[in-house]
């Protein structure tokens, strides 16, 4: 593993440390991110996890997740400060610094050394020590892997193991994506020795749905989900006032991509998100059908090849036009 001796002699003695995570950071993202501070903890660094946006309530279990601090919940100058004065800053499972937000120029122009750590494909050049293998499941495998390289693993406790397992047991949707391997698995049982309750993580994760969460899941069923069978692609599209009749939170859309991606015979779909400042786009497919390619190329995204996300500021209606037209260009692709 390149990189790994200037990290062990870089985090040798105690040191002021910011671990910042994507913007509206999901299990992988906050779980590593709040695993390597608690593992950082116990060698006597000073450590902050920042996250630009908050996180989704069904992840206020993991330990260390109150303390996060959330830059645009009135954190502002706390959070760049806290960049400013850092001597490190790992940056944990994003691929472009503008998933920061507003935290981006403040760590671009930090004196700090920066530490990349995370799974996505990138052409961005950012970071002084990166560490970046697409090949892993969840960027929470490749840190488990840093530790083992690091001779750590012995400070790994059950609440760093529940941490890292939360991020990698929703990376690769409980084991059944394509991006889960051997080592994958190898990971994880390392980590259920260490103590994780698999069980449990994966109790609080799924079966932790408020009632409107799955009253919505039917009504969008209903109403706002457009199957294509022609084009192999389902999609939903959410209108704003959805979030408000439904009492939507952060996070409760998440699944729906998904179940759209479960429909027999659907090879692509989309989930198609009108919020008040634009239109966010979660891609999903199975097989060769490369979604983050497409992201790029329509909607200003990226992510992995069977996961994707992007955006619009097109209205909602012109979104799926869009969207409509995408699938109809890739109509080869979709129906090889
Ligand atoms: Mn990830």
Redesign the pocket.
Known sequence: MDNLLPLKELISSPKRIVITVHQRP?A??LG?GLGLAALLKKRQHQVHVLAPTAYPAFLDWLPGASEVVICSQGNQERSFELIRRADVIFCI?FPTLNRLHEMEPVVRNSAAVKVII???PTTDQFGDLVFRETKAA???ELLYEIIEALGEQALVDRGIAECLYA?IMT?TGSFKHANTTPKTHCVVASLMRHGADVAKVSRLIYENNNLNKLKFLGFALNHRFVVLPDYKTAYFFIKVEDYQTYNLQTGDTEGLVDQALGVKGIVFAAAIKEKKDAVRLSLRSSGEVPVNLWAKEYFEGGGHQNAAGGVSYLSLEETIRKFEDLVEAKRALLTS
Do not use: L, S
Request: negative net charge; without cysteine; charged residues 40%.
């Open positions: 999901d992988d993202a590593t499972d995370d799974h996505h969840a960027t929470a991020g990376d």
